[in-house]
């Protein structure tokens, strides 16, 4: 998660969404940046705006000042990228290097469900306690490099898209079509977003290319 207070703009750090090199390039106009644990790095939006009224109770403050953004993947590339990244790389957690994506999903560790049994979804990283949509941009993976030219140019930011902490292993292996719909119902809510980042980008990168006028956002 960074906050940069001089340029306004709030960058929302999802896991396995290319984060590090994000704030990588974001980090040097950024006065506030939070790290350290992956507790710390991967707060949410409401979590990081209720951590600091000093920033955003202020008159002209306001988060709707602030362009907000992060990066989704579709959910089962999202859980596929995990499970190769705890296969492959030097993790604190790491998985069997003969352990099966069915058999990751079978034992429901941390990747799946929360300490309190909820499902651990890409949504709640952009979206208020009562579901809202806190994020300006919301941008799919699969576009991260064109979009995120785009915001850097709105941000007055010149600087390349460099690529760290990437999965060592490239393919996730076979998964079944079965598991493929069990994966998907669990995911739903975050399938209920991802189908409509478009509508919800068009607005906001709208807003980042007009807000020179000093307006915030409605809402």
């Given amino acids: 998660m960074l906050i940069g207070i001089e340029r306004k703009f709030v960058f929302v750090a999802n896991t396995k969404t290319a984060s590090t090199s994000i704030e990588t390039a974001l980090e040097p106009v950024s006065e506030i940046a939070f790290k350290g644990t992956p507790q710390r790095k991967h707060i949410t939006l409401h979590a990081a705006i209720e951590a600091h009224p000093e ?3 202020q008159p002209g403050q306001w988060p709707r000042f602030f362009f907000k953004f992060g990066v989704m993947r579709d959910p089962l590339d999202w859980i596929g990228s995990w499970f190769r990244y705890r296969k492959s790389n030097k993790v604190d957690s790491p998985l069997p290097l003969e352990m ?120």
Avoid at 109 to 126: I, S
Avoid at 129 to 143: E, F, S, T
Avoid at 197 to 205: E, K, R
């Fill in 55 to 57: 920033i955003f109770a």
């Fill in 100 to 219: 099966s994506f069915a058999e990751f999903w079978q034992q429901k560790d941390w990747n799946f469900l929360r300490a309190d049994g909820r499902p651990y979804l890409q949504r709640d990283m952009f979206c208020g306690p009562q579901g809202k949509v806190l994020a300006d941009v919301i941008l799919p993976y699969h576009r991260l490099a064109t979009m995120f030219s785009r915001i850097c140019d709105g941000l007055g930011v010149a600087r390349p898209l460099p690529r760290e902490n990437v999965s060592k292993a490239r393919e996730t292996g076979p998964v079944p079509p079965d598991l493929a719909e069990e994966l998907r119902a669990f995911y739903a809510e975050d399938y209920a977003l991802w189908d409509r980042l478009d509508a919800i980008n068009a607005g906001g990168m709208a807003w980042l290319a007009a807000r020179d006028t000093g307006a915030p956002r409605a809402g």
